[in-house]
């Protein structure tokens, strides 16, 4: 199986996005095959379909620890997942000062120019894949909990 923090960059850098790459690399990860993955995670991207909300790379990283915590059945108590994702925020935060796409960025994705300074400035390059590892490695110390 390979590493799910390296696939996930692989995945990102062949034209996937943060959030689809993230989510496929941990449920590939978790063995769970779904051919609605990466789809259920397309308009996470780009801070939330570029609205400049929360990272993809994060977002992504939430929906994997939903396939390991997340619940099947209405009664089950939400809390085991809503606590490991909360730790995951805060790991993430602490690591990067932030969660926000655009300001880890730098970019606002809903203007043409947030877009072009994106590709100009080699920001997926430089930036988004640590972003995009670090919340991978954040999601398997969570999901090591559980194994």
Do not use: W
């Amino acid at each position: 199986m390979p590493d799910p923090v390296q696939r996930s960059v692989d995945l990102f850098a062949s034209g996937f996005m943060c959030a689809e790459s993230v989510l496929m690399a941990l449920a590939e990860h978790q063995g769970v095959a779904c051919d609605a993955i990466p789809s259920l995670a397309t308009g996470l991207c780009a801070g939330i379909s570029r609205t400049s909300n929360t990272c993809g790379a994060l977002l992504g990283a939430i929906m994997g620890l939903g396939l390991a915590y997340g619940r099947d059945i209405a009664e089950d108590p939400p809390d085991p997942c809503f606590s490991q994702v909360q730790v995951l925020l805060d790991g993430f935060a602490r690591r990067f000062g932030s969660t926000n796409c655009q300001e880890l960025t730098g970019c606002d994705f809903l203007r043409d120019q947030g877009r072009v300074d994106f590709q100009d400035k080699n920001i997926k390059e430089k930036q988004c894949f640590e972003y995009t590892r670090e919340a991978v490695r954040l999601t398997l110390a969570r999901l090591e909990e559980q194994a």
